[in-house]
């Protein structure tokens, strides 16, 4: 199953499906971005990040999309695992922070 | 792989207490975070840490709060008097280098409860 469009806090995926988990930042000044997963009972784990000045970026499995103009930000997620349940986070730096902001989390559950 | 550690996993303290969580960053790393994230909310940024001073810090990082790198190893977060709110996750971390060149690795987390 896929989801599109507004910032969903739960998705629930059918494990093999293709996931997409949404993320709206704030701040146009923010230059670099990161998605990281969540399990329970444990810290965020880093899984991509991306640069402001690209719009795309692929790595094992998973691919950010970011678009600017709309202040938008998605992780897509491929043949989705049940491993992947988790909740998945993004997280924005501002020109000179020394912070990261993270946003609101999604709730991926993967349905065997 | 190196992970950054975190003790205690639960402390819990009455309400006035001091309480100092410990984390041990991955061993060459030298930027230092603490964050936290209360229970069904998104983490929250508390201050960051380099070359033995605090680079940034949030509104939640008053002045009962410290951070401290005693030694070589080892970084605390101080609460001189906790409060019922203080009750939260808190969440170490540690990079390599700056935000934007390194990735920043997080510890499992202490799960602080005020009484």
């Known amino acids: 199953g896929e989801s599109v469009g507004l910032h969903l806090p739960t998705l629930s995926v059918q494990e093999g499906d293709n996931s997409i988990i949404n993320c709206a930042y704030s701040?146009?000044?923010?230059?670099?971005f990161i998605w990281y997963k969540q399990e329970s009972g444990k810290g965020p784990q880093f899984i991509i990040d991306?640069?402001?000045?690209?719009d795309k970026r692929q790595g094992q499995r998973v691919t950010v999309l970011l678009n600017k103009t709309v202040k938008h930000l998605s992780l897509q997620i491929a043949a989705t695992q049940p491993g992947d349940s988790a909740v998945y986070f993004c997280?924005?730096?501002?020109?000179?922070?020394?912070?990261?902001?993270f946003g609101a989390g999604t709730t991926v559950t993967v349905r065997a | 792989e190196p992970e950054v550690t975190q003790t205690p996993s639960h402390q819990v303290t009455q309400m006035g207490q001091e309480v100092i969580l410990r984390c041990v960053p991955i061993s060459n790393h030298l930027y230092f975070y603490w964050y936290r994230q209360i229970l069904g909310q998104k983490v929250e940024f508390l201050v960051s840490?380099?070359?033995?001073?605090?680079?940034?810090k949030s509104e939640i990082f008053d002045d009962q709060f410290s951070v401290e790198r005693p030694d070589g190893s080892n970084f605390t977060l101080k609460i001189r008097s906790t409060k019922l709110e203080d009750s939260a996750m808190y969440f170490c971390?540690?990079?390599?280098?700056?935000?934007?060149?390194?990735?920043?690795?997080f510890g499992p987390g202490t799960r602080l409860t005020v009484t």
């Open positions: 991306i640069r402001s000045n690209m």
């Open positions: 840490f380099y070359n033995n001073e605090i680079s940034e």
């Open positions: 971390a540690s990079s390599d280098e700056g935000l934007d060149r390194g990735e920043q690795y």
């Open positions: 997280a924005e730096k501002g020109t000179d922070d020394y912070k990261l902001s």
């Open positions: 701040n146009s000044a923010s230059d670099y």
